[in-house]
Every structure is written in C-alpha cells, then in structure tokens.
C-alpha cells in the first residue's frame, strides 16, 4: 500500500461505495476495475442496467446519476389513481442497488462530454466514464397544447405520465370531484410511453366513478383515430361501464372527430378542441412526448427528437460509448414499456460488459408483456417475443399477441392475478428485494 | 472455400452461421432466461403471489410444457402460449439447462398450518410416489411442488380437473381417488401443504 494515498487508492479501485460493502482485503484482491460505466437515470432502464452489469460482473464500477431519491414506477399507477392501491406501493429506492456496489448520485445530470467521456452534473462536477448508458425516459412537448405548460400540470391539470405527485394530485381531485362531474383524458399522439396507458386510466377511473360517482362521466379527448388493445378495452368498457349506451361512463372522440385539442384554460377548467371546446371537473392532459432532455443536449437525437441506436447493442449511432435504453430509444418493432425498458436493459448491459472486456456483443433476445386492468378482476395482456435479423430487431413470427377476444370471466381474473405477479416480479428485478 | 475478411469477422465474432444475406445465431442461455424474470422472478424465483418459479425445474419438464404451450392443441394458458411460439427448440433447450441449475426460493407466503398437516399426509398416499421428497424433487414431467405458489398451483389443478390439460394416467388415478376419499377440501389441504413448504 505504500505510496498510495487513501484518496488514490479509493479512485483506484473503484469509488467509496465498493470500500464499505466490499471491506479492505477484497478490494487488494479484486484489483484493478473492470471499467466505470455512468447510468443516467435511476428508472426502470437505469437500474436494472446498473444490476444486470453488477451481475454480469461485479468488477465494473457502476454509478447511477439520478435527481430524485426514489422513483415511482408508471406501470400501476393507475390503480393508484383509482384508490386500489397506496402510493407507497409504486415507490422504490435504491438501498438495494447500493448494497450491490452500485454508486447512486442523487444530482442532475445535464450534459455528456462525448469526446472527452464524462457526464457533466449540476452539483458533482464532471463525471468520467468509459461506457455511458442514457435512460432519461420521456419529456414532454408542451407547446402543442396552448396553455399548458410543467407549472399548470404541477397545480391544477396534471398529465400524471411520470408517476409519483403528479399520479396522488390526480387521486385527489378525483376524490374531490362531485358526483355528476366530467373527467377529461387526453391522450397523446403516437408515439409515446406506454401506449394502452391512457385506455386502462380510463377504466381504472370508470372504476371508481362506478362505485363511488355512478353520476359522473368520462370523456377522453384522442389525438389519434385508433390505439393499442382498442378491441378489448372498447369490449370491457362496453361490459363493465355501459359503452355504447345512453348511461355510458366512458365516451371516446377520435381525433378525426374532434378529438384532437389545441389548447386548455386552466381558470376556466375548459379545454379547447379543433371542432369545440370541452368543459371538465377534472382534467388530465397527457402531452405528446419525445426523448428525455439530457438526449437533446448531448445531441443524442433524431430529427424527431428520439435517439437513434445500434439495435444489437443500443449504443447510440451518434456518439461512440454511449448508450440509449427505455423510452428515449428507438426500439421498434418494441413498443415504449416497461418491460421493453427492462429487456432493452439486459442486452444493452450484457454489450456494455463485453465491449469493456474487448468482446463481440452477444446475440440480442428480448419480450415485452403488457398487462391492463380493466377492473381488479378483469385483465387483458399483450406479449411479444423479439429476435435480431444482422441489422434490426424484429418479432418473431408467430409469437405474441393479445388475450383472445373470448377468453373466460374465470382466465380474465388470472390475468389480474398474473398482472400483480408481473408486478411484484418486475420491480423486484429492477430495484432488487 | 473462400471467405471475405468481413464474412470470416462476423462468422468469428458471434459464433454465427451465416448464408448470404440473413444471418441467423441463437442467444446465451442466461440472456434468453433473463427475458422471463419480468414475471417469472430473478433466476426463475417468483415473489408472487402468481406466476410460478422456474428454478430447479426438471429440463424435461420446461422443454415438455414448452412444447405443449407451442402446439395449437396442447395445455392450456392465458399468456404462455403466445410467449413459448417465439422460441426455438433449441432455444428452449438452453432456458430448460439455466433454470434447472438454479435454486428454488421457495414462496413467502400464507398458509393454514393445520391443513397443511392434514395436506402432509394426503401428500405422502397420493403423490408421493411421482413428486418425491415431500414435492421437492423436478424430475421428469414433475414440476416443484414444496414451496411453490398456492395460487398457481390452484389454477394449475383447475386446468388439470376441467379438462383444460391432460393429466398423465396415473396422476388421474390418484386424484380421483383422493377427490372420492376427501372431496375438495383434501385438494385444498394438499395446496397448504405445497405452501408451507420452505
């Protein structure tokens, strides 16, 4: 040890977190690190990235620059809003992370250095890496909505499309809502993050209306003419909220007929269409979206402000040793979920890990399972296996699809069962237990 | 037998075969099990309180439920057939090799411990003889047992007894002697049993 100092020694071998779990002797014999890979993002693509690398080889020095000290997964936060299940339920640290050896900066991080490999940080200064992994998740694009903007979402109209305050201020003014009241949703044009989102919200809310506000009515505003599951939410709505009917709980403007909405007052709770306006109680305005900001500033982005990526590795194709996950990719065929996050993760950190050691990536494999509730007994899902073709991701021929139109009252519950088991088991994954 | 430099890379690099312009190779056993740990829980250790844990599944009893979700006339599912038609034989055969080594957690979860007893001994005359060791062995068509979901285990034998999956012969014996000895309720204890198992 001698002529190292403490300092020193510490940089060496891989930062502070690794000298308190690993203790001191470990450290002499794990020896040099593998590499620092610095995560942007500590959501669903951040930290199973960070958990999959540390599994994959637990030398790799991995820290996760994050803002917030805990994230709010988006998948279940409707039935947050419903009042079926607690906040506390959707919300998550990262002790666990931690106790793998995994760094967690609670800071901001608003730039990559991609020539001189570091992150820049708010507060943390410059941080070097050798691989970089981007998982910003979404932004929003407010300017297509007159008189909307993050400061009306925070007060008055939420978007409730990041879980967390955004997800109880909606459970609020729900709860607070007068029986007989109008509750607009407003879902965004394609693409965005989790595209039968805003159709299981609907039911979620229906759900609650119907026991609780059997007076009052939903109106969802579309900017488009069609969306995800739309044969079977539009047969669940039809069989658990009357649509269709006179009495319907749920009534749907496609965009071709109006649906499409141009601005909001947030004074006057009125939200403007492009054939007529729109009075709600309660308002929620989901925003068209694009790739999380630090992808714009590091100039990780596309003409239509998404990142583009090598499919088999998702490294970025604009900047050499950084790489773009979750919703701020661009996956497709895979739609924008959370479990596509969570499988993007493991390719990528499995390339990541292999490039670190001078390896060829590996042969990308990857499922997205998408579950909605359309009451808690009531589930449908739609699943997808992905394979690469040399140059893309594509489906797997065969595979995949929704529930079956005719599935059993009895197979529909256990799809309910199955999406809380999904639940459990997919955070479990990303954020460890 | 001539090989460009980057044909001869590529063929090197991923282990690929490669015939003219589609490439074809099969992913790592460990990446293809990744993908099922959304539902089926790290290392195919489910926390519940549904989906069932793969870990320490007999190969052949994963290749076989495979196979079965693959074909348009065999076992019944609400999602796993539409997932098992994206895999390969081959690529099966590498998840069955990876969850089979890995160790089962077994299910944090409620039980009664008196139908448990009474589940032990209804265990030790009907199945036994095929789920040994008090449900904990995976060999051949048996899958774990001892500290597997309840509920999963629930559906499985609801499947199994309204003829949504076939029953192997002597498994059919056996239940119906057991639903003519005790009814329901000895089924029921039987899964209490199964779930108090650690």
């Known amino acids: 040890m001698s002529g190292i100092s403490r300092r020193n020694f510490i940089q060496i071998t891989g930062g502070a977190a690794a000298v308190s779990t690993m203790g001191f002797s470990n450290i002499i014999l794990a020896g040099k690190s593998a590499g620092h890979v610095v995560i942007i993002g500590g959501g669903v693509g951040g930290a199973t990235a960070a958990r999959y690398i540390k599994r994959a ?72 890496y050798d691989r970089c992994i981007v998982s910003p998740g979404v932004d929003f694009k407010w300017e297509m909505i007159e008189g909307y903007d993050a400061g009306v979402a925070a007060n008055k109209i939420p978007h409730a499309w990041k879980a967390g305050p955004q997800t109880a201020l909606l459970h609020k003014q729900l709860q607070s809502m007068k029986d007989g009241g109008t509750v607009i949703i407003a879902p965004p044009p394609n693409p965005f993050r989790c595209p039968p989102g805003p159709y299981e919200r609907a039911c979620q809310i229906a759900h609650y209306l119907k026991n609780n506000k059997p007076k009052s009515k939903i109106l969802i505003l579309d900017a488009k003419d069609k969306f995800s599951k739309q044969g079977l939410f539009t047969q669940g709505w039809k069989k658990h909220y009357g649509y269709g009917t006179d009495n319907s709980l749920i009534e749907w403007v496609k965009g071709a007929e109006g649906g499409i909405i141009e601005g909001v007052d947030a004074k006057t709770n009125t939200v403007t269409g492009s054939v ?110 992905y394979n690469f073709d040399g140059k893309k991701i594509q489906k797997v021929k065969g595979s995949g699809g929704l529930t079956p139109m005719d599935s059993s009252e009895a197979m529909r519950k256990r799809e309910a069962r199955y999406a809380h088991s999904w639940f459990n088991n997919i955070t479990n994954d990303i954020f460890g237990g | 037998m001539k090989l460009n430099k980057k044909v001869l890379g590529l063929i090197v690099l991923g282990g690929l075969a490669v015939s003219g312009n589609s490439w074809s190779g099969t992913a790592s056993a460990l990446d293809l099990a990744n993908t099922c740990a959304g539902c089926h829980g790290v290392d195919g250790s489910s926390v519940g309180p549904a989906t069932p844990s793969l870990a320490g599944i007999s190969s052949e009893y994963f290749t076989e439920t495979m196979a079965s979700y693959k074909d348009p006339e ?106 003519k000895a005790k009814g329901a309720a000895g089924m029921t204890q039987l899964m209490h049993f199964y779930g108090s198992q650690k």
């Open chain 2, 74 to 179: 065999g076992r019944y599912s609400t999602i796993m057939s539409r997932i098992a038609k994206g895999y390969t034989d081959e690529e099966i055969n590498l998840m069955a090799g990876y969850f089979s080594k890995q160790k089962m957690i077994p299910a944090a979860q409620d039980f009664d411990a008196k139908q448990a007893k009474a589940g032990a001994k209804l265990h030790k005359k009907y199945c036994e003889k095929c789920h040994e060791d008090g449900g904990r062995s995976s060999e051949d068509d048996a899958g774990i047992l001892a500290g597997q979901w309840m509920e999963y285990m629930q559906f499985t034998m609801d499947d199994f007894t309204n003829g949504r999956r076939d029953m192997p012969k002597k498994m059919k014996k056996k239940v119906q002697k057991l639903e």
């Open chain 1, 276 to 385: 007529e306006e729109y009075k709600g109680d309660v308002i929620n305005i989901i925003p068209a979206q694009k790739a999380g900001k630090i992808a714009f500033n590091a100039g990780l982005v596309n003409d239509k402000g998404w990142c583009p990526v090598n499919q088999q590795t998702f490294e970025s194709t604009m900047h050499k040793d950084v790489y773009v996950i979750g919703d701020s990719s661009v996956a497709s065929p895979l739609p924008k979920s959370g479990y596509s996050a969570n499988s993007e993760a493991k390719v990528c950190a499995a390339a990541v890990v292999a490039s670190l050691h001078g390896k060829p990536a590996g042969i990308p494999t990857l499922v997205n399972t998408c579950y909605s509730l359309i009451t808690p007994d009531d589930g449908i899902s739609v699943a997808m296996v």
């Open chain 1, 57 to 128: 080889d637990p030398a790799v020095q991995v820290t996760i620059v994050e803002p917030n000290a805990n994230y709010f997964t988006c998948f279940m936060s409707n039935e947050v809003i419903s009042g079926e299940r607690p906040l506390d339920s959707i919300k998550f640290g990262y002790k666990n992370l931690e106790s793998m050896g995994i760094k967690v900066v609670q800071d901001y991080a608003s730039n990559i250095d991609a020539k001189k490999k570091h992150v820049v940080t708010k507060k943390s200064g410059n941080i070097a």
